[in-house]
Protein backbone atom coordinates (compact mmCIF):
# COMPACT_ATOMS: atom_id res chain seq x y z
CA UNK A 1 0.00 0.00 0.00
CA UNK A 2 1.42 3.63 -1.12
CA UNK A 3 1.75 5.73 1.71
CA UNK A 4 1.42 9.73 1.21
CA UNK A 5 1.59 12.27 4.19
CA UNK A 6 -1.55 14.10 5.17
CA UNK A 7 -0.04 17.72 3.92
CA UNK A 8 1.23 15.63 0.73
CA UNK A 9 -2.41 14.62 0.01
CA UNK A 10 -4.26 18.03 0.91
CA UNK A 11 -1.80 19.55 -1.88
CA UNK A 12 -2.31 17.25 -4.07
CA UNK A 13 -5.74 16.02 -3.48
CA UNK A 14 -7.51 15.42 -6.58
CA UNK A 15 -4.41 13.09 -7.69
CA UNK A 16 -4.25 11.14 -4.97
CA UNK A 17 -8.17 10.44 -4.73
CA UNK A 18 -8.09 9.37 -8.37
CA UNK A 19 -5.08 6.75 -6.95
CA UNK A 20 -7.29 6.07 -4.06
CA UNK A 21 -9.91 4.59 -6.55
CA UNK A 22 -7.45 2.26 -7.72
CA UNK A 23 -5.94 1.34 -4.90
CA UNK A 24 -6.03 2.04 -0.68
CA UNK A 25 -3.24 4.62 0.29
CA UNK A 26 -1.90 4.90 3.71
CA UNK A 27 -2.47 8.51 4.97
CA UNK A 28 0.65 9.66 7.26
CA UNK A 29 0.34 12.13 9.94
CA UNK A 30 4.29 12.78 11.15
CA UNK A 31 5.42 9.45 9.86
CA UNK A 32 2.73 7.64 11.59
CA UNK A 33 0.42 5.64 9.79
CA UNK A 34 -2.87 7.44 11.10
CA UNK A 35 -5.94 6.66 7.78
CA UNK A 36 -6.30 4.80 4.89
CA UNK A 37 -8.32 6.37 2.55
CA UNK A 38 -9.67 4.06 -0.30
CA UNK A 39 -12.97 3.69 -2.93
CA UNK A 40 -16.64 3.59 -1.40
CA UNK A 41 -16.71 0.24 -3.27
CA UNK A 42 -13.48 -1.16 -1.73
CA UNK A 43 -15.22 0.03 1.89
CA UNK A 44 -18.09 -1.64 1.13
CA UNK A 45 -16.95 -4.91 0.50
CA UNK A 46 -14.65 -4.90 3.38
CA UNK A 47 -17.88 -3.96 5.41
CA UNK A 48 -20.08 -6.20 4.09
CA UNK A 49 -17.72 -9.27 4.39
CA UNK A 50 -17.04 -8.28 8.22
CA UNK A 51 -18.23 -10.89 10.58
CA UNK A 52 -19.18 -10.43 14.15
CA UNK A 53 -17.73 -12.38 16.87
CA UNK A 54 -20.01 -13.48 19.33
CA UNK A 55 -19.15 -14.67 23.36
CA UNK A 56 -19.13 -18.22 24.25
CA UNK A 57 -21.31 -17.43 27.16
CA UNK A 58 -23.93 -16.79 24.44
CA UNK A 59 -23.60 -20.17 22.57
CA UNK A 60 -25.69 -22.66 23.66
CA UNK A 61 -24.60 -26.27 25.00
CA UNK A 62 -25.99 -27.86 21.71
CA UNK A 63 -23.45 -25.05 19.85
CA UNK A 64 -20.64 -25.56 21.88
CA UNK A 65 -20.93 -29.48 22.10
CA UNK A 66 -20.49 -29.10 17.70
CA UNK A 67 -17.68 -26.92 18.58
CA UNK A 68 -15.73 -29.08 20.50
CA UNK A 69 -16.48 -31.80 18.45
CA UNK A 70 -15.61 -30.08 15.26
CA UNK A 71 -12.70 -32.70 13.48
CA UNK A 72 -10.32 -30.44 11.25
CA UNK A 73 -10.83 -31.08 7.08
CA UNK A 74 -8.41 -33.62 5.36
CA UNK A 75 -5.72 -32.45 4.37
CA UNK A 76 -5.51 -29.30 7.09
CA UNK A 77 -2.62 -30.66 8.79
CA UNK A 78 -0.43 -28.65 5.94
CA UNK A 79 -1.21 -25.81 8.23
CA UNK A 80 -0.74 -26.97 11.78
CA UNK A 81 2.22 -25.24 11.89
CA UNK A 82 0.61 -21.82 11.60
CA UNK A 83 -1.08 -22.68 15.14
CA UNK A 84 0.63 -21.61 18.05
CA UNK A 85 0.27 -23.43 21.48
Known amino acids: M ?3 SAT ?3 KKFGAYKSRAL ?3 LCVTCNGRAELVLM ?3 EFL ?3 NSYRASIKTVDLSEKELNLIMNTKP ?3 SEQYDHEVVD
Do not use: D, H, M
Open 2 to 4: QKV
Open 45 to 47: KLR
Open 8 to 10: ELA
Open 73 to 75: ATG
Open 22 to 24: VEP
Open 39 to 41: SRT
